[in-house]
């Protein structure tokens, strides 16, 4: 089992960047492909993107290609979701989670562990 806690949230203006971490342990993270989801209040959590067990693949929404770049560093057990271009309507709570499944996912119920969630809030 991985356990997986987000970091780097905060407040920004738009057309700022933020980059948010997810560290990972229990487990090596190099056995998961890691995803990246959001969620607003009321609203069900939404890909944003993920990234291959080995990194060689990553796939986003449409909305944030350009924007926002996942990363990893399986040495330091860390993926990291830079964001650039913020705009308000990325606002929302920030999740990573994993999956020791499949080399690609894009539904939330695909994803066994999740992290707790980090705010990202931008401001017009």
């Known amino acids: 089992q991985v356990q997986l806690v987000e970091s780097g949230g905060g407040l920004v203006q738009a057309g700022g960047s933020l980059r948010l971490s997810c560290a990972a342990s229990?487990?090596?993270?190099?056995?998961?492909?890691m995803g990246w989801f959001r969620q607003v209040p009321g609203e069900e959590r939404k890909f944003v993107g993920y990234?291959?067990?080995?990194?060689?693949?990553?796939y986003y929404t449409d909305s944030v290609k350009g924007r926002f770049t996942i990363s990893r560093d399986n040495a330091k057990n860390t993926v990291y979701l830079q964001m650039n271009s913020l705009k308000p309507e990325d606002t929302a709570v920030y999740y990573c989670?994993?999956?020791?499944?499949?080399?690609?996912?894009?539904?939330?119920?695909?994803?066994?562990?999740w992290g707790q969630g980090t705010q990202v809030t931008v401001s017009s």
């Open positions: 990234i291959s067990r080995s990194g060689d693949t990553t």
């Open positions: 229990g487990r090596t993270l190099s056995l998961y492909t």
């Open positions: 989670a994993a999956d020791g499944v499949r080399d690609g996912a894009v539904f939330a119920h695909q994803y066994a562990y």
